[in-house]
């Protein structure tokens, strides 16, 4: 495992930069993430997913080339069933995401943070998903209420994660 770099950002300053944004366009995700790979701080332009407890579209996404964006995954806030493991996360990173945001579960900590990826959850759950063909890639989806939209981007550091409608670095 690498060490962190220094990041070339800080949501705290885009926060600030931001304040009197009521357009919509700057989102901050809340504090209910916790991280569960590669310690670093990531951003990337978005793609996102829809899975209902089932991770079919997550491991088609991680199988294809990332190109340096940022994997964001509605799970509904699930706790029942973890919608990434280790053998997706290696994945993940073999194929050039950026990061990964999932709106549920993990499983597999210590493959997770192996697997030199930035990976944010709500919890740990080692029950995996079934595989059911079920989700939808490249929609608008809301993660804790706040609306995600494919083509976004997303920046995540110690202190948080932010979401634009265009790159801010």
């Known amino acids: 495992?690498?060490?962190?770099?220094?990041?070339?950002?800080?949501?705290?300053?885009?926060?600030?930069?931001?304040?009197?944004?009521?357009?919509?366009?700057?989102?901050?995700?809340?504090?209910?993430?916790?991280?569960?790979?590669?310690?670093?701080?990531?951003?990337?332009?978005?793609?996102?997913?829809?899975?209902?407890?089932?991770?079919?579209?997550?491991?088609e996404a991680?199988?294809?080339?990332?190109?340096?964006?940022?994997?964001?995954?509605?799970?509904?806030?699930?706790?029942?069933r973890a919608l990434v493991g280790g053998n997706l996360a290696v994945a993940a990173a073999k194929n050039g995401w950026a990061g990964i945001v999932v709106d549920g579960c993990v499983r597999d900590v210590a493959e997770l943070r192996a697997a030199d990826i930035p990976i944010r959850a709500l919890a740990l759950m080692p029950l995996r998903t079934e595989k059911r063909g079920e989700g939808q890639s490249g929609e608008p989806v809301q993660i804790q209420g706040v609306w995600?939209?494919?083509?976004?981007?997303?920046?995540?550091?110690?202190?948080?994660?932010?979401?634009?409608?265009?790159?801010l670095t």
């Open 62 to 80: 991680v199988n294809s080339p990332g190109q340096g964006r940022v994997l964001v995954v509605d799970g509904s806030g699930s706790l029942r």
């Open 1 to 59: 495992m690498h060490s962190p770099a220094a990041p070339a950002f800080s949501t705290c300053d885009f926060c600030d930069a931001h304040e009197g944004d009521t357009s919509g366009a700057f989102r901050v995700l809340p504090p209910v993430f916790h991280n569960f790979g590669a310690p670093q701080s990531f951003s990337g332009p978005v793609h996102t997913l829809r899975a209902p407890e089932d991770n079919s579209r997550v491991r």
């Open 148 to 167: 995600v939209r494919p083509g976004d981007w997303l920046y995540a550091d110690d202190d948080g994660m932010v979401v634009t409608n265009k790159a």
